[in-house]
């Protein structure tokens, strides 16, 4: 195993950290389809990504009370001290202030079902559908269920996956990424993606197998990619306001999401695979 240290660009700034895994280069293929891919009817095809309107009214305020339930719910369960009146999900590193704790909430809230909220998912399935041109779903075959992540990120930690693209495990080959802000999610917190990098062939990427990367002693499903034959990741956070979502094609390089502010940043990520190709 090999310490190599992933130095990239997030809106011109520098970032780097330190991965353990076994890298190597691709095989001269290009897994992004050119044609009839998910984002293919859409003016930011070639971008790989894009910010829509995901809800109206109070729909926003609805998601972000249950997701508040769901984290409060994981605190309690690790037995960790909270007011549930006052908590407030900026503050949540306060609250859950050490690295075991953290681990134990995360536990639980990467790994959520549509039951487990409050908010009707089909709705967003249904207003991404017709953005995209495609009818989605929000059940996933491969894994016999719907999937939502919340992801919490801690001020200056390591709470980051590496850069990656989803479409390497096959139950995410052909879905819609979709990336919620919750709280804490601003330009200096936001996920940062690749533009453009779901057109890059798979021998100009340097990246480690699926589940071969290990930051900060926690191993990710997802592979980490080092560097392109171009060089390093140059990435931005598109940060989507308030009501809005980032979505993406799977095969966009995003990850890194180092939170630069002195809040917690909570977003959920939902994934709509597509019901007919
Ligand atoms: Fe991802």
Redesign the pocket.
């Known amino acids: 195993m090999a310490v190599e240290t992933c130095a990239l660009k997030i809106d011109n700034e520098p970032f780097e950290f330190e991965v353990t895994g076994q890298f190597s280069w691709g095989k001269p293929e290009n897994l992004f389809k050119a044609e009839g891919n998910v984002i293919s009817k859409v003016p930011w095809a070639k971008l790989g990504f894009g910010v829509v309107e995901a809800f109206k009214g109070k729909e926003f305020d609805a998601l972000k009370q249950s997701v508040r339930d769901n984290i409060l719910r994981a605190i309690q369960v690790n037995n960790i001290t909270v007011d549930p009146e006052s908590f407030q999900l900026e503050d949540y590193h306060k609250i859950v202030n050490t690295d075991e704790g953290h681990l134990g909430v995360i536990d639980i809230t990467r790994n959520l079902t549509n039951e487990d909220f409050d908010f009707d998912i089909e709705l967003l399935v249904q207003r991404f559908g017709e953005i995209l041109g495609y009818q989605l779903t929000s059940w996933v075959e491969e894994l016999q269920k719907t999937h939502i992540q919340i992801r919490i990120n801690r001020p200056s930690s390591l709470d980051i ?1 590496p850069p ?1 693209k ?1 479409g390497y495990l096959s139950y995410w080959e052909d879905i819609i ?1 979709v990336w919620i802000p919750i709280a804490g999610c601003n330009e200096h917190t936001s996920l940062p993606v690749a533009p453009g990098s779901h057109l890059i062939a798979e021998d100009e990427i340097y990246r480690t197998e699926s589940k071969g990367a290990t930051i900060n002693g926690n191993t990710y499903y ?1 592979p980490c990619i080092l560097k392109t034959k171009s060089g390093n990741l140059d990435m931005i956070r598109p940060n989507p306001k308030e009501g809005e979502a980032l979505i993406f094609s799977p095969f966009l390089i ?2 890194a999401a180092v939170n630069r502010s002195d809040q917690t940043r909570v977003s959920i990520e939902l994934r709509f695979p597509r019901l007919t190709s």
């Open positions: 996956n990656h989803d990424n997802v995003h990850g």
